[in-house]
């Protein structure tokens, strides 16, 4: 995996400015493998390099040759802990652990960096495109990849399907299921989905009643809410992304190491049968532009003889792979 | 020094167990210590281990005539099941896996089973604390993306899985995986349940938060018996896994060549290195060392020997692939063999430098 050489991620100041951390990454050569400055204030850059230690004891991969150097631009004022989320992000894009596709802003602090999670943000409406931490948002360092927490007793999960519309605005959208166990009581099995019309809410809940009665297990345990990134629009091609980031909120499915894109759809998920859907063409092109290292591409049996040439390999290239699926479950 | 290792090392290590039980071996237990002299049950084979980690093996039938100083196994060929959880994010969803112990391998140098007797065998190896190591080792050769086992795995991807997995099983601990299959998990690891308890346990948390962070989870074990048992390892693998590298698969050209031989004198000094460590509760001669400081080289060692399991599934990989995988792995050994110099020389340390710190 290459690895850019500096990184930069901003953060929304409480004043309305913008607060920049830069990361700079060069061979470790005996020192300390963080090192944090902040103009005029020794103790937040101490805290800085505490935080950015506590957060890489959730990364797989240790590696003790470089150091990475951050530095603020400006000194944020007293209790405002925000900063935290970007100086996490900071260095884990000068190390290639998290490779975004544009520029990154990001507000958000933890008491429990070492898990992973992150428990809020001062910043109170974000602007779009900010990554913000805490319920809502971002609540833990996997959620980037769609990933549950391995820790919360809420378990959620997304996966990402092509939102096609046949000009400009295509882009990949999400959707995440969060589920709670029902304790045993009287409360019914529900489904909910606050985003969405009555008709949308049923058809959902019928998807993931069919795919938990193909499952075996599931049905009766669950209260389940289900949430779009963008709530408006047509077709059910997110069938498939939905019936998967279902199956692994409940931990009933194999983990990809970055993201799942899925696209597909049926009428028969009490059999678990993937079906095709429209627009093979452009959801491709989509799906070759979006995809990135560790991604997990799922399509419908039917596109595999029509796929256009070399996605495969351009997307293994990139590090993703993909799989033409007929039936989900195990192999 | 290295006398002070091996003392640690008896600390831990109870005295012979009167009571060997013959009856579990090749149920719940795979190895079981027996004390010299003692008839080797049927169907069974004896490791002997002496002092500086050789092995020889007995074949079945007759006593374990032990030498001066040797350490007897009995060991069960098996076959074992077991079932391994892939992702611990994913407990509904396992692997069913059969594994056996290999008779020797007239080919190999070592045996690998032998070397994780002498270097992790304790006095029992437990088919559960097996499983837990090979499950272990499995997620995080997962995580870091090693190995694949994607949603939907096609029978191309569960094959490719399968030759990883089981070259990493018989490269890391010496066992044959005979069989392995996906399975639900969901009748016996229900999900909802650990959820459950886990959010009853929540508001419990909350009221906490008060106090100041007492313990954070790495801290919860014991520096002297990880010490131990992690610089027994060191000790004992790092030859035998140099040895391993060199036989694995031959460098194309002279740079690779120079490459390889250049990690491996760097391999051998982190070995000299943990053959003269210091011992852990001794700043200097007949002084004592205070406690947060044996905590954080306990916390070295550990490390240290993660960086050997990296090494080990590194090999195996190179194992599986061949000369092609060779060439491309140069960088992840280099990030192996610096972390091991990095963690050998912090456990050396009697304080952490103040520079250190501040540059």
Known sequence: ?331 | MFGSLLKNFSLHRPLRQPDFDAARLGVSAIALQAPAGSALPGGCAAVLVDRNGRSRRLAAGGKIAAHEGEVAWCVHPGPYSCELAPFAAAPEIGLRVSIAIDASDPRATHQRFDLFLASEGGAAVELNGFAAAMENALQRELAQGNLDLPPCTTLEEWNVFRAGFNQLMYTRFGVMVDDCVPVDLGAARDYAQVLEARLTQQPVEQQQVQAPAAITPQQAFVPACEDARALRRLFLELPCLMCAIRLAALPAGQEQFRQQQDLLRRLDLVSLSVGTMPALELRAPNEALAQDEQLRRARHSRCAAAALDEAWALLARIKNGGEAVLGTSFDEADRIVANLEYETAGRRLTVVATEEVAA
Request: glycine fraction near 12%; charged fraction near 25%.
């Open chain 1, 1 to 331: 995996m290459s690895a850019p050489h500096e990184a930069v991620c901003r953060s929304i100041a409480p004043d309305g400015g913008v607060l920049t951390i830069t990361a700079t990454r060069r061979p470790r050569a005996g020192r300390a493998d963080v090192k944090c400055s902040v103009p005029g204030d020794a103790a937040l850059a101490e805290r800085m390099q505490q935080v950015v230690r506590l957060a890489r004891h959730t990364e797989p991969r240790f590696d003790s040759r470089d150091q990475v150097v951050l530095s603020l631009d400006r000194t944020p004022p007293g209790d405002w802990r925000d900063w935290e989320l970007a100086a996490v992000l900071a260095d884990r894009m000068v190390r290639g652990v998290f490779a975004p596709r544009g520029p990154v802003s990001a507000n958000g602090w933890s008491d429990a960096w070492h898990l992973g999670r992150i428990d809020g943000r001062a910043l109170v409406n974000p602007p779009a495109g900010v990554l913000a931490g805490g319920a809502g948002g971002l609540p833990h360092l996997g959620a980037l990849n769609g990933q549950p927490d391995p820790a919360a007793g809420v378990s959620s999960a997304r996966a990402w399907f092509p939102l096609h519309s046949g000009g400009a605005e295509d882009s990949l959208g999400w959707v995440e299921v969060s589920v709670r166990p029902l304790s045993g009581s009287a409360d019914e099995d529900s489904v909910t989905a606050p985003d969405l019309d009555p008709v949308r809410q049923a058809a959902i809940a019928a998807v993931l009643s069919a795919s938990r009665h193909f499952d075996g297990r599931g049905q009766g345990q669950w209260r389940t809410t289900v949430r779009f990134g963008e709530p408006r629009f047509q077709g059910d091609s997110y069938g498939f992304a939905l019936v998967m980031a279902d199956r692994i909120a409940r931990g009933r499915e194999f983990l990809a190491r970055g993201r799942i894109i899925a696209s597909g759809s049926s009428n028969a998920w009490h059999a678990g049968k993937v079906e095709s859907v429209e627009a093979r063409e452009a959801k491709c092109a989509l799906i070759a532009r979006e995809a990135a290292a560790g991604d997990r591409v799922l399509l419908p049996k039917e596109w595999e003889a029509g796929l256009p040439a070399g996605l495969r390999e351009a997307l293994r290239a990139r590090g993703a792979s993909l799989a033409c699926v007929e039936r989900i479950g195990i192999i």
